[in-house]
């Protein structure tokens, strides 16, 4: 993998953590995390901190998604060409079968007659 996308996969991630604790801090239906936070939603009032906080939700999640498109992008394939599915399809054709076969009878039959008695 190259520099890239590493960088961009850890800004996914942080993006992603970020994430989840500001919907934590959103007033749900009930009482949300955010009521334990009594100054600030009387500094800025309740209305306008859930709003801050569904614009940052909206944010990071939109940077989620185009970070993560553009990661796709910076993969490459290293110039081989071939499709992932051909590669399957080739290796499956040129397995042996896992189940034994069965042995073959090397003694040769008699032709003579058994002896009577």
Do not use: C, H, Y
């Amino acid at each position: 993998m190259n520099a890239l996308f590493t960088t961009l996969t850890v800004l996914v991630v942080i993006a992603a953590i970020l994430l989840i604790l500001v919907v934590l801090l959103q007033n749900g239906k009930g009482q949300g995390m955010a009521s334990n936070f009594v100054a600030g939603n009387q500094t800025f009032g309740v209305r306008q901190t859930a709003d801050i906080l569904e614009k940052i939700t909206w944010g990071l999640v939109a940077f989620i998604i185009v970070v993560s498109v553009v990661a796709s992008f910076t993969t490459g394939t290293n110039g081989t060409g071939v499709d992932v599915t051909d590669r399957i399809e080739n290796a499956a054709s040129t397995e042996q079968p896992s189940f034994p076969t069965a042995p073959v009878d090397q003694t040769e039959p008699s032709t003579e007659a058994p002896a009577a008695e």
